[in-house]
Structures are given as structure tokens and as C-alpha cells.
């Protein structure tokens, strides 16, 4: 199962922030970023609309220029990071999942990767038309469909976008789904799964990975159930 840092490693340092995708990256196979863009249009790593819950600052992300924004203390005297000081972070190195948060920011999104595309790039949303687009404008590109509680079809929704991925929420995780996921060609990767029963469970269901808050922590204990 392939083990997916959750906003870097958001148990281990400050959510998308480089400390905590630095972190991620020591154990596992892909880091995963939420992306919105600043007012003046560039794509960062936040995962809210406003900074107040992870920065010493107020009002929404798209109040803030760049040089505005960078001001801010996202946690531990971090700044936030632009979607291009990402790329150069993990750049050869490590495999990224990126989360659009916006539906209509897709094509600036897209330009910035393709500047600096990472050894393996996943692109996820919660919006299906993000997902639809995703793949328009990057045929070659793995694009993932995060389901929520009111999906009722995750599977077949995911089809019709084109999606090679299903991202659902945990708890609204069976058998069934990952067995007509992969029946469709889908991978499925649930999150957030940060407890020991929940990762024997999710070995038990057969998915193809999960997001976690600490990819160490998860490793080891996977390791271990192994040996």
C-alpha cells in the first residue's frame, strides 16, 4: 500500500509547510498539498479558504498578495509555501498529490506544474468538473476524486470523469466499494488513517493506499505487522 503524507506530515511539523512535507518525505511515497491561489493569482499551499486556523493572520487567502501572505507564520516561524517552492522541494525526489481546492483555478494550477513536474504527479478534488478538467488539460495525468458522505456513488461518479482514483472518507469505506472500484480499473486510497486498527482494517479491505498525519509512524507499524 502506498503510504500518502497527509498535508506534508500535519502531526509532525506545520501543515503544508516545508518542515512538514520535508518530514513526510523521510517515510513516505507521496506527500499530498491543498492548493488555492493568493489574490494575485498565485497557486500556495493552504488548505483553508481563510489563513486564521493555521496562520497569525485573518480574512480569506484571496485578500492577500503574494508578499502579503508570505508575512504571515503559518506555524513554527514557517511561511507558506508557494505551489513552485513545492515543486523544487520534492523535484527527483519524492512523488506529490495535489489537492485543487478551487474549482476554476485548474489551468493556472497546471501551468506551474508543468514547469517543474514532479517524478510522479496526482492530481485530486473534491469537485468532479476539477477532475474532469485536470485530465483535459493533462491527458497523461493520474486525477483522483475525493468522495464525501454525500456521494452515493463514488465509483461511477469517478468514471465519468475520467478519474483513475477514489479518495473516500474512511468511515464511508467497504468492501464493496473497493471490490467495484477495482472491478472499474479505480484505485482507492482512503484518509485519514492515523490508528493502528484503522491500518489493519485498510490492509484487511485491499486498498491500493491511504493518506495519513504521520507516514513514520505508519510505516513502522507496517513494517512491523509484516516482520
Same mark, same amino acid.
Given at each position: 500500500?502506498?503510504?500518502i503524507?497527509?498535508?506534508g506530515a500535519?502531526?509532525?511539523?506545520?501543515e503544508n509547510?516545508?518542515p512538514?512535507?520535508?518530514?513526510g518525505?523521510?517515510?513516505?511515497?507521496l506527500v499530498e498539498i491543498?492548493?488555492r491561489?493568493?489574490?494575485?493569482?498565485i497557486?500556495?499551499?493552504?488548505?483553508d479558504?481563510?489563513?486564521d486556523?493555521?496562520?497569525?493572520g485573518?480574512?480569506?487567502?484571496?485578500g492577500?498578495?503574494?508578499?502579503?501572505?508570505?508575512?504571515l507564520d503559518a506555524?513554527?516561524?514557517e511561511?507558506?509555501?508557494?505551489?513552485?517552492?513545492?515543486?523544487d522541494?520534492?523535484?527527483?525526489?519524492?512523488g506529490?498529490?495535489?489537492?485543487?481546492k478551487e474549482?476554476?483555478?485548474?489551468a493556472?494550477?497546471?501551468?506551474?506544474?508543468?514547469?517543474?513536474?514532479?517524478?510522479?504527479?496526482i492530481?485530486?478534488s473534491?469537485?468532479p468538473?476539477?477532475?474532469?478538467?485536470v485530465?483535459r488539460? #493533462?491527458p497523461?495525468v493520474r486525477?483522483?476524486?475525493? @468522495?464525501?458522505?454525500? *456521494?452515493?456513488?463514488?465509483? =461511477?461518479?469517478?468514471?465519468? /470523469?475520467?478519474a483513475? #482514483?477514489?479518495?473516500?472518507?474512511?468511515d464511508?469505506l @467497504?468492501?464493496e466499494? *473497493?471490490?467495484?472500484?477495482? =472491478?472499474a480499473?479505480l484505485? /482507492?486510497?482512503?484518509?485519514t488513517?492515523?490508528r493502528?486498527?484503522?491500518?489493519?482494517?485498510?490492509v484487511?479491505l485491499?486498498?491500493?493506499?491511504f493518506?495519513?498525519?504521520?507516514?513514520?509512524?505508519?510505516?513502522?507499524?507496517?513494517?512491523?505487522?509484516?516482520?
Open positions: 500500500m502506498l503510504i503524507g497527509h498535508r500535519r502531526a509532525l511539523a506545520p509547510t516545508l512538514a512535507l520535508l518530514k518525505m523521510a517515510c513516505a511515497d491543498d492548493v491561489l493568493t489574490g494575485d493569482e497557486p500556495v499551499a493552504i488548505h479558504a481563510t489563513v486556523r493555521t496562520t497569525d485573518t480574512g480569506p487567502v484571496k492577500y498578495t503574494i508578499e502579503e501572505l508570505k508575512r506555524g513554527e516561524g511561511a507558506i509555501p508557494t505551489l513552485r517552492e513545492v515543486l522541494l520534492v523535484h527527483g525526489q519524492m506529490l498529490i495535489v489537492e485543487i474549482p476554476g483555478t485548474e493556472i494550477v497546471v501551468s506551474v506544474l508543468m514547469d517543474r513536474m514532479p517524478q510522479r504527479l492530481l485530486i473534491f469537485n468538473e476539477s477532475v474532469a478538467m485530465k488539460l #493533462l497523461g486525477a483522483g476524486l475525493i @468522495s464525501t458522505a454525500e *456521494v452515493d456513488d463514488p465509483v =461511477g461518479l469517478a468514471r465519468r /470523469v475520467q483513475d #482514483l477514489i479518495l473516500p472518507r474512511w464511508r @467497504s468492501r466499494v *473497493v471490490e467495484r472500484a477495482h =472491478g480499473g484505485s /482507492v486510497i482512503p484518509g488513517l492515523n493502528e486498527d484503522d491500518l489493519d482494517e485498510a484487511r485491499g486498498v491500493d493506499g493518506a495519513t498525519d504521520d507516514p513514520c509512524a505508519a510505516r513502522r507499524y507496517l513494517e512491523e505487522r509484516r516482520g
